[in-house]
C-alpha cells in the first residue's frame, strides 16, 4: 500500500457520511451518561473509580502506620486496627489493581488495535457498574464497623462462624465474590475484543505488546479467578448453612481454603503486573525514540509468566505442612519464574540504552518503577528458599517484598501511563515541574516506607499486630516507615491532582507530543478513528508517517457506517484477515439497570434482607434478557460496503461469529468454577479413612439420570439442525423436551441422593456432595431460562437464519451442563470405589 490508489477508499468521500458517522456514535450527556457504552467513555469511569478506591485505600494504610509509629500506641482498637489492614488489602487488590489494568484496556484497546470499540460494549459497561456500585457499598462498610477483619486472605476457621460471628466476613464473601464475576466479564471482553476485531493486516506478531499482555491476562483471569468463586461459595454456605467444608471436627480442612485461594491469589500477583508490563513495553520505545528491543522475546516472556504462575500458588504455603514434593516443586517453579521477568526487564534496559532517552515525567516513573521492582523480584527469589521463608513468613519481610513488586510492578507504570497517555483525553500534558516533584515524592517516600520493613522482619516484627512493646528494636523501623508512607501518599496524591486540572483545561488537538508509533495517537473521536486502517508493520506511525492523514480522510477501511449505527470489523485471530462487520449496540438503560440489579442481590443477601435480594435479582435477570433480545437481529442487507470495491458479509453464525467464541471463554469459566468444587470433593474424600464416612451412603447407579441427560442434549443438537431447515415448530418442540429430559436427570439424581440419606450438615464428605449437586441445580434454572428464551424468540420470529446466535450459543452452553452432569454422576458413585480397589 504505498500509492494512494491501493487504499481502500481512494475515490472522494461523499457528502454528509462523517455527519452520519459522529450522530451514530454521539455520546450521551448530563445524567443520560449512565446509559453510555462506548469504550471511550467506560473506560475513563472505570480508571476514576479504580483510583478513588486507591486512595481510599491508602487513606486506611496511613491511619494503620500512624498507629504502628510508636510502642504501645492506643489511636485505633485492635478491632478496628484488624478491620483496617483486611480492607486496605481488599480494596487494594480486588477494587483498585485488577479493575484498574483493565479500565486501561478497556479506554486504550480498541485505538490501539485500530477498532471503534470493543465487541461486548454493554458487557463493558455491566462490568463497570456492578463494580463500582458493589465497590462503593463494600467500602463504606468500613464506616459503620461492619467490615471484614480476618485478612484479605480469609483464612478459616478465624473467619467461620464461631470465631467470626458478625457479618463482616459476609460481606467480603458475597461482595468480592460478585466483584470478581465483573472482573471476569472484562476478561471476556479483552479477550475476544484482541483476537476478533484488530485492524486488517495486523497480525499477533504485529500487535502491540501491551495487547499481548492484556490477552494472557485475560486468560489468566478466566482460569484463576473461578478457584476464588468457588472458595467463597464454599464458606458462605459453611457461614449460612452449616456445612463443614473447613471445620476439622467434621471432616473438613482449613487447608481447602488456602489451595482455593492461592490458586487465585498467586496468578493474581501476575495478573496486576502483566499489563503494567504491557503499558511499559509501549512506553520505553516512545520516550527512548527506538524500535523495543526483543519484542518477539517480550511476548513469549508474557506467555510464560502467564503459564508458570499458576504452579507457584503452594509459594505462600511452605510453613503449612505439605509434603516435601510439593515443596521443592514450588521452590523450583517460584525460581523459574523469574527467567521470563528478567528477560522483559533486560529488554526494556537494552532499548533505552539504544536509544535517545527524553528525560520527561514517565521516564522518571519507569526509571523507578525499574529499580523498585528489581529488588522485589531480587526478594522474591529470597523468599523462594524454603529455610529462609519458614523464617520471614508472616513477618513484615514480606509486608516489604509484596509491596514493592506490586507497587513498584504496577503503580509506578501506572503513574508512569498517566503522565504519558493524559493528552489523548483533552491533549494537555501534566506540567513537567510538578510532575517530576510528584516521582521524587513517591520513589523517595516508598523507599522509606518500605525498606525498613525488610530489616524490621528479620528482626521478628510479626505482619498484621497493630501495636508492639518497646524494646524490641522495631521503634526506629516503624518511625520511618509511617514517614515515608505518608511522603508516597504526598507524592501520589500531588500526581493526582496535577491529572485533575490538567483534565480541567480546554479541549485541544492531542497531536502526538511523544512522537509514538502506535495507532492510539491517531486522531481519536466518540467513534475512534474516522476510518479503520490497514496495518502493514509493528510501528505503524513510524513505518508510514503519512498513514494518520490517511485514516482521517477516511482512505481506509469503513470511513463511515454501513447501516447507520455502530460498527465495526471483524479479523481472523492470527492473521487479521477481514472475516464480517460487526453490529455494535448503543447507549441504553439495560445494562445499568441489570447491573444495580446484580449488585443489589449479593449486597442485600448480606443483610439478609431476602425478599428485596429476590427482588433485585429478577431485575437483572429480566434486565439482561431485555439487553440480549435486541442484539441478535438480522442485517438490513446480506453484505455491507466497507471499501470503494469491497464488500463483506454483515452477519456471521456458529463458529465464525465472535460471540459463539465468547461462549466458549464462559463455559471455560463455568468448567472452572466447577473443577473447583470437584477437586474440594476429591481433597476431602483423600482425607478419609473410609469413603463414603460413617454414617454417610452412596446412591444409586445414576444410569437414568445419566441417559435423560444425554436425551436432551440430543434434542438440542436436532433444534439446531432444524434451525438450518427452518422448521420452527419442530425446534420449539425439541427445546421444549431438551429442557424437560434435563432438568429430570437433575431431578432423578437429586432424588437419588436424598433416598440415600445425603446430610450436609453432619460431615464435609456430605456438604461437597452437595455442593456438586446445587451447582448442578443452578445450572437447572439456567437451562429453563435458555429453554424458555430460546423458544420465545422462535415464537416471535426472531429467531431465524441470519440471526441465530441465541441457537448456537445456547447449545454450547446446555452441551456443557450435560458434560457437568455426568461427571457429578461418575466422581460421586465411583470415586469411593476407586480409592477402595
Same mark, same amino acid.
Given at each position: 500500500?504505498?500509492?494512494?490508489?491501493?487504499?481502500?477508499?481512494?475515490?472522494?468521500?461523499?457528502?454528509?457520511?462523517?455527519?452520519?458517522?459522529?450522530?451514530?456514535?454521539?455520546?450521551?450527556?448530563?445524567?443520560?451518561?449512565?446509559?453510555?457504552?462506548?469504550?471511550?467513555?467506560?473506560?475513563?469511569?472505570?480508571?476514576?473509580?479504580?483510583?478513588?478506591?486507591?486512595?481510599?485505600?491508602?487513606?486506611?494504610?496511613?491511619?494503620?502506620?500512624?498507629?504502628?509509629?510508636?510502642?504501645?500506641?492506643?489511636?485505633?482498637?485492635?478491632?478496628?486496627?484488624?478491620?483496617?489492614?483486611?480492607?486496605?488489602?481488599?480494596?487494594?487488590?480486588?477494587?483498585?489493581?485488577?479493575?484498574?489494568?483493565?479500565?486501561?484496556?478497556?479506554?486504550?484497546?480498541?485505538?490501539?488495535?485500530?477498532?471503534?470499540?470493543?465487541?461486548?460494549?454493554?458487557?463493558?459497561?455491566?462490568?463497570?457498574?456492578?463494580?463500582?456500585?458493589?465497590?462503593?457499598?463494600?467500602?463504606?462498610?468500613?464506616?459503620?464497623?461492619?467490615?471484614?477483619?480476618?485478612?484479605?486472605?480469609?483464612?478459616?476457621?478465624?473467619?467461620?462462624?464461631?470465631?467470626?460471628?458478625?457479618?463482616?466476613?459476609?460481606?467480603?464473601?458475597?461482595?468480592?465474590?460478585?466483584?470478581?464475576?465483573?472482573?471476569?466479564?472484562?476478561?471476556?471482553?479483552?479477550?475476544?475484543?484482541?483476537?476478533?476485531?484488530?485492524?486488517?493486516?495486523?497480525?499477533?506478531?504485529?500487535?502491540?505488546?501491551?495487547?499481548?499482555?492484556?490477552?494472557?491476562?485475560?486468560?489468566?483471569?478466566?482460569?484463576?479467578?473461578?478457584?476464588?468463586?468457588?472458595?467463597?461459595?464454599?464458606?458462605?454456605?459453611?457461614?449460612?448453612?452449616?456445612?463443614?467444608?473447613?471445620?476439622?471436627?467434621?471432616?473438613?480442612?482449613?487447608?481447602?481454603?488456602?489451595?482455593?485461594?492461592?490458586?487465585?491469589?498467586?496468578?493474581?500477583?501476575?495478573?496486576?503486573?502483566?499489563?503494567?508490563?504491557?503499558?511499559?513495553?509501549?512506553?520505553?520505545?516512545?520516550?527512548?525514540?527506538?524500535?523495543?528491543?526483543?519484542?518477539?522475546?517480550? +511476548?513469549?516472556?508474557?506467555?510464560?509468566?502467564?503459564?508458570?504462575? =499458576?504452579? #507457584?500458588?503452594?509459594?505462600? @504455603?511452605?510453613? !503449612? &505442612? $505439605?509434603?516435601?514434593?510439593?515443596?521443592?516443586?514450588?521452590?523450583?517453579?517460584?525460581?523459574?519464574?523469574?527467567?521470563?521477568?528478567?528477560?522483559?526487564?533486560?529488554?526494556?534496559?537494552?532499548?533505552?540504552?539504544?536509544?535517545?532517552?527524553?528525560?520527561?515525567?514517565?521516564?522518571?516513573?519507569?526509571?523507578?518503577?525499574?529499580?523498585?521492582?528489581?529488588?522485589?523480584?531480587?526478594?522474591?527469589?529470597?523468599?523462594?528458599?524454603?529455610?529462609?521463608?519458614?523464617?520471614?513468613?508472616?513477618?513484615?519481610?514480606?509486608?516489604?517484598?509484596?509491596?514493592?513488586?506490586?507497587?513498584?510492578?504496577?503503580?509506578?507504570?501506572?503513574?508512569?501511563?498517566?503522565?504519558?497517555?493524559?493528552?489523548?483525553?483533552?491533549?494537555?500534558?501534566?506540567?513537567?515541574?510538578? +510532575?517530576?516533584?510528584?516521582?521524587?515524592?513517591?520513589?523517595?517516600? =516508598?523507599? #522509606?516506607?518500605?525498606?525498613? @520493613?525488610?530489616? !524490621? &522482619? $528479620?528482626?521478628?516484627?510479626?505482619?498484621?499486630?497493630?501495636?508492639?512493646?518497646?524494646?524490641?528494636?522495631?521503634?526506629?523501623?516503624?518511625?520511618?516507615?509511617?514517614?515515608?508512607?505518608?511522603?508516597?501518599?504526598?507524592?501520589?496524591?500531588?500526581?493526582?491532582?496535577?491529572?485533575?486540572?490538567?483534565?480541567?483545561?480546554?479541549?485541544?488537538?492531542?497531536?502526538?507530543?511523544?512522537?509514538?508509533?502506535?495507532?492510539?495517537?491517531?486522531?481519536?473521536?466518540?467513534?475512534?478513528?474516522?476510518?479503520?486502517?490497514?496495518?502493514?508493520?509493528?510501528?505503524?506511525?513510524?513505518?508510514?508517517?503519512?498513514?494518520?492523514?490517511?485514516?482521517?480522510?477516511?482512505?481506509?477501511?469503513?470511513?463511515?457506517?454501513?447501516?447507520?449505527?455502530?460498527?465495526?470489523?471483524?479479523?481472523?485471530?492470527?492473521?487479521?484477515?477481514?472475516?464480517?462487520?460487526?453490529? #455494535?449496540?448503543?447507549?441504553?438503560?439495560?445494562?445499568?439497570?441489570?447491573?444495580?440489579?446484580?449488585?443489589?442481590?449479593?449486597?442485600?443477601?448480606?443483610?439478609?434482607?431476602?425478599?428485596?435480594?429476590?427482588?433485585?435479582?429478577?431485575?437483572?435477570?429480566?434486565?439482561?434478557?431485555?439487553?440480549?433480545?435486541?442484539?441478535?437481529?438480522?442485517?438490513?442487507?446480506?453484505?455491507?460496503?466497507?471499501?470503494?470495491?469491497?464488500?463483506?458479509?454483515?452477519?456471521?453464525?456458529?463458529?465464525?461469529?465472535?460471540?459463539?467464541?465468547?461462549?466458549?471463554?464462559?463455559?471455560?469459566?463455568?468448567?472452572?468454577?466447577?473443577?473447583?468444587?470437584?477437586?474440594?470433593?476429591?481433597?476431602?474424600?483423600?482425607?478419609?479413612?473410609?469413603?463414603?464416612?460413617?454414617?454417610?451412603?452412596?446412591?444409586?447407579?445414576?444410569?437414568?439420570?445419566?441417559?435423560?441427560?444425554?436425551?436432551?442434549?440430543?434434542?438440542?443438537?436436532?433444534?439446531?439442525?432444524?434451525?438450518?431447515?427452518?422448521?420452527?415448530?419442530?425446534?420449539?418442540?425439541?427445546?421444549?423436551?431438551?429442557?424437560?429430559?434435563?432438568?429430570?436427570?437433575?431431578?432423578?439424581?437429586?432424588?437419588?441422593?436424598?433416598?440415600?440419606?445425603?446430610?450436609?450438615?453432619?460431615?464435609?464428605?456430605?456438604?461437597?456432595?452437595?455442593?456438586?449437586?446445587?451447582?448442578?441445580?443452578?445450572?437447572?434454572?439456567?437451562?429453563?431460562?435458555?429453554?424458555?428464551?430460546?423458544?420465545?424468540?422462535?415464537?416471535?420470529?426472531?429467531?431465524?437464519?441470519?440471526?441465530?446466535?441465541?441457537?448456537?450459543?445456547?447449545?454450547?452452553?446446555?452441551?456443557?451442563?450435560?458434560?457437568?452432569?455426568?461427571?457429578?454422576?461418575?466422581?460421586?458413585?465411583?470415586?469411593?470405589?476407586?480409592?477402595?480397589?
Amino acid at each position: 500500500m504505498s500509492a494512494s490508489n491501493e487504499l481502500p477508499n481512494a475515490l472522494p468521500r461523499p457528502a454528509g457520511e462523517l455527519e452520519a458517522l459522529e450522530r451514530a456514535w454521539k455520546p450521551p450527556t448530563g445524567w443520560r451518561r449512565l446509559t453510555a457504552v462506548n469504550n471511550s467513555q467506560i473506560g475513563l469511569y472505570y480508571l476514576a473509580t479504580a483510583l478513588l478506591f486507591f486512595v481510599g485505600a491508602g487513606v486506611l494504610a496511613l491511619v494503620m502506620r500512624a498507629q504502628l509509629a510508636v510502642p504501645d500506641n492506643t489511636l485505633v482498637s485492635p478491632g478496628t486496627f484488624n478491620q483496617l489492614f483486611t480492607m486496605h488489602g481488599t480494596v487494594m487488590m480486588f477494587l483498585f489493581a485488577v479493575p484498574v489494568v483493565e479500565a486501561v484496556g478497556v479506554w486504550l484497546l480498541p485505538n490501539m488495535l485500530g477498532a471503534r470499540d470493543l465487541p461486548f460494549p454493554r458487557l463493558s459497561a455491566y462490568a463497570f457498574w456492578a463494580y463500582a456500585i458493589g465497590g462503593a457499598v463494600f467500602f463504606c462498610t468500613i464506616f459503620f464497623g461492619a467490615s471484614p477483619d480476618g485478612g484479605w486472605f480469609m483464612y478459616p476457621p478465624l473467619t467461620g462462624k464461631e470465631h467470626s460471628p458478625g457479618i463482616g466476613a459476609d460481606w467480603w464473601l458475597l461482595g468480592i465474590g460478585f466483584i470478581e464475576i465483573s472482573a471476569i466479564a472484562g476478561a471476556i471482553e479483552l479477550i475476544v475484543g484482541i483476537l476478533f476485531t484488530r485492524a486488517p493486516g495486523m497480525t499477533l506478531w504485529r500487535m502491540p505488546l501491551f495487547a499481548w499482555a492484556s490477552l494472557v491476562t485475560g486468560f489468566m483471569i478466566v482460569f484463576a479467578f473461578p478457584a476464588i468463586i468457588a472458595g467463597t461459595i464454599l464458606l458462605e454456605l459453611e457461614r449460612a448453612l452449616d456445612w463443614p467444608f473447613f471445620i476439622a471436627g467434621r471432616g473438613g480442612d482449613p487447608l481447602l481454603w488456602q489451595h482455593l485461594f492461592w490458586f487465585f491469589g498467586h496468578p493474581e500477583v501476575y495478573i496486576i503486573f502483566l499489563p503494567a508490563a504491557g503499558m511499559v513495553s509501549m512506553m520505553v520505545p516512545a520516550l527512548a525514540r527506538t524500535p523495543l528491543v526483543g519484542y518477539h522475546a517480550i +511476548a513469549w516472556a508474557l506467555v510464560a509468566v502467564g503459564a508458570v504462575s =499458576f504452579l #507457584l500458588w503452594m509459594h505462600h @504455603m511452605f510453613t !503449612a &505442612g $505439605l509434603g516435601p514434593l510439593a515443596l521443592y516443586l514450588t521452590s523450583a517453579a517460584s525460581f523459574a519464574i523469574a527467567i521470563p521477568s528478567g528477560v522483559q526487564v533486560f529488554s526494556w534496559i537494552a532499548t533505552f540504552w539504544k536509544g535517545r532517552v527524553s528525560r520527561d515525567s514517565p521516564t522518571l516513573f519507569l526509571l523507578g518503577f525499574h529499580f523498585t521492582f528489581v529488588l522485589g523480584g531480587l526478594t522474591g527469589v529470597m523468599v523462594a528458599v524454603l529455610p529462609f521463608d519458614w523464617q520471614v513468613h508472616d513477618t513484615y519481610f514480606i509486608v516489604a517484598h509484596l509491596h514493592y513488586v506490586l507497587i513498584g510492578g504496577m503503580v509506578f507504570p501506572l503513574f508512569a501511563g498517566i503522565c504519558y497517555w493524559t493528552p489523548l483525553i483533552n491533549g494537555h500534558r501534566l506540567r513537567e515541574r510538578v +510532575a517530576g516533584w510528584s516521582f521524587g515524592l513517591m520513589f523517595g517516600g =516508598f523507599q #522509606l516506607a518500605f525498606f525498613p @520493613m525488610h530489616i !524490621a &522482619g $528479620l528482626e521478628g516484627m510479626p505482619r498484621r499486630v497493630y501495636t508492639y512493646a518497646e524494646g524490641l528494636g522495631w521503634t526506629l523501623w516503624n518511625v520511618l516507615s509511617t514517614i515515608g508512607a505518608f511522603i508516597f501518599a504526598a507524592g501520589a496524591l500531588l500526581c493526582l491532582l496535577e491529572a485533575v486540572r490538567t483534565l480541567l483545561q480546554p479541549q485541544r488537538e492531542p497531536g502526538n507530543p511523544w512522537q509514538a508509533p502506535s495507532l492510539e495517537w491517531v486522531p481519536q473521536e466518540s467513534y475512534g478513528m474516522r476510518s479503520i486502517p490497514q496495518v502493514e508493520s509493528r510501528d505503524p506511525l513510524w513505518d508510514r508517517p503519512e498513514l494518520p492523514r490517511e485514516i482521517q480522510d477516511g482512505r481506509h477501511w469503513l470511513p463511515g457506517t454501513a447501516f447507520g449505527g455502530r460498527e465495526t470489523l471483524v479479523t481472523s485471530p492470527l492473521r487479521a484477515d477481514i472475516r464480517h462487520l460487526l453490529r #455494535l449496540p448503543t447507549d441504553g438503560w439495560m445494562h445499568f439497570i441489570a447491573a444495580a440489579g446484580t449488585a443489589g442481590f449479593f449486597l442485600l443477601l448480606t443483610v439478609s434482607w431476602y425478599l428485596a435480594a429476590a427482588a433485585c435479582g429478577i431485575t437483572a435477570v429480566v434486565a439482561i434478557l431485555a439487553w440480549l433480545w435486541g442484539l441478535d437481529q438480522p442485517p438490513p442487507r446480506a453484505r455491507a460496503r466497507i471499501g470503494d470495491q469491497v464488500t463483506v458479509p454483515a452477519v456471521a453464525t456458529g463458529r465464525a461469529s465472535h460471540s459463539w467464541w465468547a461462549m466458549v471463554i464462559v463455559v471455560a469459566v463455568d468448567a472452572t468454577v466447577y473443577a473447583s468444587l470437584a477437586f474440594s470433593h476429591v481433597h476431602v474424600s483423600m482425607k478419609l479413612d473410609v469413603c463414603p464416612p460413617p454414617g454417610a451412603a452412596l446412591p444409586g447407579h445414576g444410569g437414568w439420570a445419566a441417559a435423560s441427560l444425554v436425551l436432551g442434549s440430543l434434542l438440542v443438537a436436532a433444534a439446531v439442525r432444524l434451525m438450518r431447515r427452518e422448521r420452527q415448530g419442530w425446534l420449539c418442540a425439541a427445546i421444549a423436551l431438551a429442557t424437560v429430559a434435563t432438568v429430570a436427570a437433575f431431578a432423578v439424581d437429586f432424588g437419588a441422593h436424598r433416598q440415600a440419606g445425603l446430610d450436609p450438615t453432619a460431615h464435609a464428605w456430605g456438604a461437597t456432595v452437595s455442593a456438586l449437586l446445587a451447582w448442578q441445580g443452578l445450572h437447572m434454572v439456567l437451562v429453563l431460562l435458555m429453554g424458555g428464551y430460546v423458544i420465545a424468540r422462535s415464537l416471535a420470529g426472531a429467531l431465524r437464519p441470519d440471526a441465530r446466535a441465541t441457537l448456537d450459543n445456547s447449545a454450547l452452553l446446555w452441551h456443557y451442563v450435560t458434560v457437568q452432569g455426568l461427571v457429578t454422576i461418575v466422581l460421586v458413585r465411583f470415586l469411593p470405589q476407586w480409592m477402595a480397589g
